[in-house]
């Protein structure tokens, strides 16, 4: 009779905080069935403290505060076979000597990005009917205006700044709807286009042509900044931008200006860089700046959907399956 395969020795290493929102107790629970425990779970401070816990760690189950998986981590984990991380991003924590290693790495992005999705679409949707702009003046003028003409949900054009997760999310839920999307994203193809329900054009038409652009791009070296006042000033009369991705995509300082200058335009920022703002910016008192506190992102129970992904993951690793959220390492450079 076959012995059952041993259960793999597993550590949970996250911030404290969203510990419980992440890895609710019935999904831990169902980890307990699947692993033995290395220890209790940590703090990254506290395995700093004591790195020689992962000596005998087979699977690394982590999150938001994940350590960074360099040389020094990875000295002290010759038995790591796999990493899953409940969160999106896993750019800040691997390194060319984790990728050298060839241990397959989990991100729980896809979950990530449905609450971010659904607070894009209702934005578009606000933006459409240019709410944020239509309540403003009428708070200031205190009467409702005549009429007002706006683009609505027929027949208008909403922009993507990037098809990555998020984005193709965004366009499967604005696919319902009777609007033309655009896109743009250098390394979309015309057949994630064609999935997606989008038509590929270049950055600048993006903006002078879409009555709401969202953006969904990821923060490197040749996207810092790039949303700077010749792109904003060439948004129509009345558009509304949307910044659920990194703060630092949009040039802040011509921003500001071109806001001041085109009250007319909304700026919807549930990120910024810094984040949060310099107490003096800004973006806290322009009238046509709607300041949100990354309220896009998992929240709340919201994030029980990443802790599950990790378990179903889990599940799959220790049954032998292809991971399914596994990162493709030729294609980590240009995630976010």
Same mark, same amino acid.
């Given at each position: 009779m076959n012995e059952p395969a041993p259960r793999p020795t597993a550590l949970l290493v996250m911030e404290e905080e969203r510990r419980a929102d992440v890895y609710p107790r019935e999904v831990l629970a169902e980890i307990d069935r699947l692993v033995?425990? +290395?220890?209790?779970?940590?703090?990254? +401070?506290q395995l700093d403290e004591d790195p020689d816990v992962l000596g005998r760690t087979d699977v690394l189950l982590t999150g938001w505060g994940a350590p960074v998986l360099d040389a020094a981590f990875l000295a002290h984990a010759p038995q790591l076979q796999a990493v899953l991380v409940a969160a999106g991003s896993v750019r800040h924590l691997t390194t060319p000597a984790f990728w050298a290693r060839g241990i397959p790495i989990v991100s729980a992005a896809e979950a990530n990005a449905i609450p971010v999705a659904e607070f894009t679409l209702a934005q578009v949707l606000l933006g459409l009917k240019q709410v944020h702009r239509i309540t403003r003046e009428v708070a200031s003028s205190r009467r409702f205006p005549h009429n007002p003409k706006v683009p609505g949900a027929y027949r208008s054009r909403v922009g993507l700044l990037g098809l990555g997760h998020i984005g193709r999310l965004v366009a499967a839920h604005l696919s319902r709807f009777d609007i033309e999307i655009l896109a743009t994203d250098p390394i979309a193809s015309a057949d994630t286009a064609r999935r997606t329900n989008v038509r590929l054009v270049g950055i600048e038409e993006l903006f002078a042509a879409c009555h709401v652009v969202s953006l969904h791009a990821p923060l490197l070296p040749e996207t810092r900044g790039t949303i700077g006042a010749r792109l904003l000033n060439s948004l129509?009369?009345?558009?509304?931008?949307?910044?659920?991705?990194?703060g630092a995509l949009i040039d802040e300082r011509a921003a500001v200006e071109v806001l001041r200058a085109r009250p007319d335009l909304t700026a919807v920022l549930d990120v910024t860089h810094p984040e949060p703002p310099a107490r003096d910016s800004p973006l806290f008192t322009l009238p046509n700046v709607v300041l949100t506190p990354h309220l896009g992102g998992a929240l709340g129970a919201e994030r029980h959907r990443l802790g599950q992904l990790v378990l179903d993951e889990l599940r799959r690793f220790i049954g032998d399956q292809p991971l399914q959220y596994a990162i493709d390492p030729t294609r980590a450079p240009s995630l976010a």
């Open positions: 033995h425990w +290395q220890g209790p779970p940590l703090t990254r +401070q129509g009369l009345g558009a509304t931008l949307i910044n659920t991705a990194r």
